[in-house]
């Protein structure tokens, strides 16, 4: 029987992580996964093969319509999505190799099949009915999370499918359907109404991306729907069902009016559940909260010692860089150490075009607890750099302590949001004011200045550009 330091259940970005920091520290380590590929929902039916598809509609959306301003003739562009789903699948097999490569190089043991407990000290390993024991000294749980749906929709992987599917579809729909306004059902929405179809977002909630600054989401919604995305916000789906190659979604909006949608294929996109199917936490104790998450204290161990769980399988945000903070920070607590992950300051992005990011408080969450900010904003369209790109939709709001002018948070949506948010967390960690950002030089021309001109705008309403 194979005796490890510890062993990992789950090999997405916080297993792998994990696994490779309890190396450096000098354990011996297993990392079980039971797809034939390492990298988990991120790297092979999330993360990366929705931002390979993102990036591929782009191109193909900013031919056909900016090319000819840019002085650009071209003959009109085509959408070969065969070739854009293997290009797709070219980048996650780069990064899942990267990560089996990554595995060999700090002498990780891999085993492919299905983890579950024995007890605390022993995994069995099950494959194609064969079984094999792990003898460890602790676990990790990183199994991750699975798409979630409502009780009365059948998921049939055909017409009515998850993002899992929306990955690989041979064709582009007439009539996307999305039921979701978050993260997901957004970007997949993004990519294919830049590709041509007709895409309807049916949301429950008042408006899109719910969880973020209400600023994004009324700006956002804007920039979508002159893309031709249609909205129906304040709808509760009750139906939604497949008949050849129609799907048909019945829905009541908020004066209790039914709304139906025909189209060829509907996105399930309600969120995620935590995935501990078969694990067998009962045979060890490890107790689930009501939404089937594994609790966990603050060192993120449950409450059999020596048993940790990490990522989307516990509470917070489900996001591929909290795993991997999460895998970090319960190696280094394993080694004895002393880490720490602010959850304040883990940013969020949605990759749609143009991108939205955040990190800190919401102007929402400061006025329910009561404290005193003021807001700087700045519009991307004031800065030279968006104008030379023509990426003027977007702006950035920076919310600082009203007394003591500390950053509390930073929300933004425009080019290349997703990159410009980490100066944001950068001088948050170090609790810096918005006046000290103000002071900061900024290159010129770039879209980081909209960062600069919104703390000048929360310091004394001082913008240069505005």
Known sequence: MAKYDVTIIGSGPGGYVAAIRCAQLGMKVALIEKYPTLGGTCLNVGCIPSKALLDSSHHFHTAEHSFKEHGIDISAPKVNIKQMINRKGDVVKSNVDGIAFLMKKNKVDVYKGFGSFENKNKIIVTQNGKTETLDTDKVIIATGSKPSSLPFITIDKKRVITSTEALNLTEVPKHLIVVGGGVIGLELGSVYARLGAQVSVVEYMDGIIPTMDKTLGKELLKVLKKEGIKFYLSHKVKAVSAKGKTVTLKADDKKGAEVTLEGDYCLVAVGRRAYTDGLGLDKVGVPTDDRGRVEVDANLQTKVPGVYAIGDVIKGAMLAHK????GIFVAEVMAGQKPHVDYNLIPGVVYTWPEVAAVGQTEEQLKDAGVEYKVGSFPMRALGRSRASMDLDGLVKVLADAKTDEILGVH???????????????????????????????????????????????????????
């Open 323 to 326: 795993a991997e903070e999460e």
């Open 412 to 466: 933004m949506i425009g080019a290349r949001a997703a990159d410009m948010i980490a100066e944001a967390v950068v001088a948050m960690e170090f609790r810096a004011s918005a006046e000290d950002v103000s002071r900061m030089s900024h290159a010129h021309p770039t879209y980081t200045e909209a960062i600069k001109e919104a703390c000048l705008a929360a310091t004394d309403n001082r913008p240069i550009h505005m």
